[in-house]
């Protein structure tokens, strides 16, 4: 329009400043329309190809985690399905049909038979556990058939005493990672299933592994947690408050220290026993301990025995040196690769045996840790302790048991390395150790380890009819 009328303008008419001004004003601004509107097509083309580059990508990557949902919804279906039907094996019909394909025979099927029964055991400082399932197959006489599948590398040292026992490496001994370990460990627990045919499983630990609750769920057996209490202060008790969902029924062997009165509510709502130990039913007289031995008996015996937490051999050297300080009391070290080699070479020594607690009669008296089996062992046989407690234990209050063997003038404690000296003496001082002894004789401690074999041949099954 503003060309056309420039022209006529042009033509029609004399020329005139103000018509050419007019005529290049109409002018520029029909080529700047022209270019914005060029521009703005330009730049409308461009988003919509942008948009469509990106409607594309978005929709690949949409497409991509729809089959990534599908994978990961089929992998759930998957877990549901195995665990239903493991939840199925393990309360219905299905757990006859598992059994065969394991080449298991139902438990009822043998009559008359002693219960058999699957001990397990977690590996832990010393040899607490497994010598505590020891202790119940022993006092359990013929009412047990007892197999101990265990993590602690002593399993070679209670084998040698006639119990039937199997190791299996802890994870950190496999030096696999935890879901590998786990799988690993499952199967073992299978096969020992399939092999021993047990009517229950005993764990004896402090932390109930997934792999036990799985299995026992799937097998349909009861799962029995036989644990010591005595745990210190800010351990985690998740799986004791909630043991429930863990295990069928839970034994505690009682401790000096602590009773179900004075223990910590969580720990209260289980069956409670008697303390329980190796230590035999009648005492082996002196003469004939030490001939076991191959020791003199003119002579006088103070064991040393220090070891599951106490360090590195300066405790076993510092106790060394304690007894022979305090007199005519030889001091006997079980050989132990932990032990230095300048203690090693420098005083009387003992092939490793077990159950150690069967020479108790040799004995003047001892220094050991505050462990439960030490302790209690002392408490059965009635030798009076020097007890030195260990700092390190995750779990058990070593400080709180020895403080009451002290109070009730059971034992006499050490506090720290440096103490050991000083309590050896005070021990042998005048007639110490004999007021002990008879502190000990007139205070006996009962023997649980019956209750526990009965508690464990006729587990609470209360929890499975739940299921």
Same mark, same amino acid.
């Given at each position: 329009?503003?060309?056309?009328?420039?022209?006529?303008?042009?033509?029609?008419?004399?020329?005139?400043?103000?018509?050419?001004?007019?005529?290049?004003?109409?002018?520029?601004?029909?080529?700047?329309?022209?270019?914005?509107?060029?521009?703005?097509?330009?730049?409308?083309?461009?988003?919509?190809?942008?948009?469509?580059?990106?409607?594309?990508?978005?929709?690949?990557?949409?497409?991509?985690?729809?089959?990534?949902?599908?994978?990961?919804?089929?992998?759930?279906?998957?877990?549901?399905?195995?665990?239903?039907?493991?939840?199925?094996?393990?309360?219905?019909?299905?757990?006859?049909?598992?059994?065969?394909?394991?080449?298991?025979?139902?438990?009822?099927?043998?009559?008359?038979?002693?219960?058999?029964?699957?001990?397990?055991?977690?590996?832990?400082?010393?040899?607490?556990?497994?010598?505590?399932?020891?202790?119940?197959?022993?006092?359990?006489?013929?009412?047990?058939?007892?197999?101990?599948?265990?993590?602690?590398?002593?399993?070679?040292?209670?084998?040698?005493?006639?119990?039937?026992?199997?190791?299996?490496?802890?994870?950190?001994?496999?030096?696999?990672?935890?879901?590998?370990?786990?799988?690993?460990?499952?199967?073992?627990?299978?096969?020992?299933?399939?092999?021993?045919?047990?009517?229950?499983?005993?764990?004896?630990?402090?932390? @109930?592994?997934?792999?036990?609750?799985?299995?026992?769920?799937?097998?349909?057996?009861?799962?029995?947690?036989?644990?010591?209490?005595?745990?210190?202060?800010?351990?985690?008790?998740?799986?004791?408050?909630?043991?429930?969902? /863990?295990?069928?029924?839970?034994?505690?062997?009682?401790?000096?220290?602590?009773?179900?009165?004075?223990?910590?509510?969580?720990?209260?709502?289980?069956?409670?026993?008697?303390?329980?130990?190796?230590?035999?039913? !009648?005492?082996?007289?002196?003469?004939?301990?030490?001939?076991?031995?191959?020791?003199?008996?003119?002579?006088?015996?103070?064991?040393?025995?220090? !070891?599951?937490?106490?360090?590195?051999?300066?405790?076993?050297?510092?106790?060394?040196?304690?007894?022979?300080?305090?007199?005519?009391?030889?001091?006997? @070290?079980?050989?132990?690769?932990?032990?230095?080699?300048?203690?090693? /070479?420098?005083?009387?020594?003992?092939?490793?045996?077990?159950?150690?607690?069967?020479?108790?009669?040799?004995?003047?008296?001892?220094?050991?840790?505050?462990?439960?089996?030490?302790?209690?062992?002392?408490? /059965?046989?009635?030798?009076?302790?020097?007890?030195?407690? !260990?700092?390190?234990?995750?779990?058990?209050?070593?400080?709180?048991?020895?403080?009451?063997?002290?109070?009730?003038?059971?034992?006499?404690?050490?506090?720290?390395?440096?103490?050991?000296?000083?309590?050896?003496?005070?021990?042998?001082?005048?007639?110490?150790?004999?007021?002990?002894?008879?502190?000990?004789?007139?205070?006996?401690?009962?023997?649980?380890?019956?209750?526990?074999?009965?508690?464990?041949?006729?587990?609470?099954?209360?929890?499975?009819?739940? /299921?």
């Amino acid at each position: 329009m503003a060309a056309a009328v420039l022209t006529l303008g042009l033509v029609g008419t004399p020329p005139n400043a103000w018509l050419v001004f007019v005529g290049v004003l109409g002018v520029l601004v029909s080529v700047s329309v022209l270019v914005a509107g060029a521009v703005s097509w330009l730049s409308a083309r461009t988003e919509t190809r942008l948009r469509q580059r990106i409607d594309r990508l978005e929709a690949t990557v949409q497409d991509t985690r729809a089959k990534a949902s599908r994978h990961e919804w089929v992998q759930e279906q998957a877990l549901e399905r195995i665990e239903r039907t493991s939840r199925e094996a393990a309360t219905g019909a299905s757990q006859s049909a598992w059994a065969a394909w394991r080449g298991i025979a139902p438990v009822d099927a043998v009559q008359g038979a002693a219960p058999r029964v699957l001990f397990v055991t977690s590996n832990g400082g010393g040899m607490g556990h497994i010598a505590r399932c020891a202790a119940v197959l022993r006092h359990a006489g013929s009412a047990l058939d007892g197999r101990i599948l265990t993590l602690s590398t002593a399993a070679s040292t209670v084998a040698a005493a006639g119990y039937d026992v199997a190791y299996f490496p802890s994870q950190s001994a496999a030096g696999v990672g935890q879901d590998q370990w786990r799988r690993q460990f499952t199967r073992r627990l299978l096969d020992e299933i399939a092999e021993f045919r047990p009517a229950s499983i005993v764990f004896d630990g402090t932390w @109930v592994y997934p792999s036990l609750t799985d299995v026992a769920d799937l097998a349909g057996l009861p799962l029995v947690w036989l644990r010591r209490g005595l745990w210190r202060e800010g351990t985690d008790l998740t799986q004791v408050k909630s043991w429930r969902d /863990h295990v069928t029924s839970v034994i505690v062997p009682g401790d000096i220290a602590e009773t179900r009165e004075t223990a910590p509510e969580v720990f209260r709502d289980a069956t409670w026993i008697d303390p329980v130990s190796l230590a035999p039913a !009648s005492l082996m007289p002196r003469e004939k301990a030490l001939a076991s031995l191959g020791l003199d008996p003119e002579r006088r015996y103070a064991l040393v025995q220090l !070891s599951g937490g106490n360090g590195d051999g300066s405790a076993t050297a510092a106790a060394v040196r304690a007894v022979r300080d305090a007199g005519d009391i030889v001091p006997v @070290v079980v050989r132990s690769p932990l032990l230095s080699s300048a203690v090693a /070479h420098d005083v009387t020594t003992i092939d490793a045996r077990f159950p150690l607690v069967d020479v108790a009669g040799a004995w003047e008296f001892t220094v050991t840790g505050a462990g439960y089996n030490s302790v209690h062992e002392n408490l /059965h046989t009635g030798t009076p302790g020097v007890y030195l407690p !260990s700092a390190v234990t995750l779990r058990d209050d070593q400080e709180r048991r020895a403080q009451a063997l002290a109070r009730a003038g059971l034992g006499v404690t050490a506090a720290g390395l440096d103490g050991i000296a000083g309590a050896v003496a005070d021990l042998t001082a005048g007639r110490r150790a004999d007021e002990v002894r008879t502190a000990l004789r007139e205070s006996p401690t009962a023997q649980g380890a019956p209750s526990a074999a009965h508690a464990v041949a006729i587990p609470d099954t209360r929890r499975m009819a739940a /299921h």
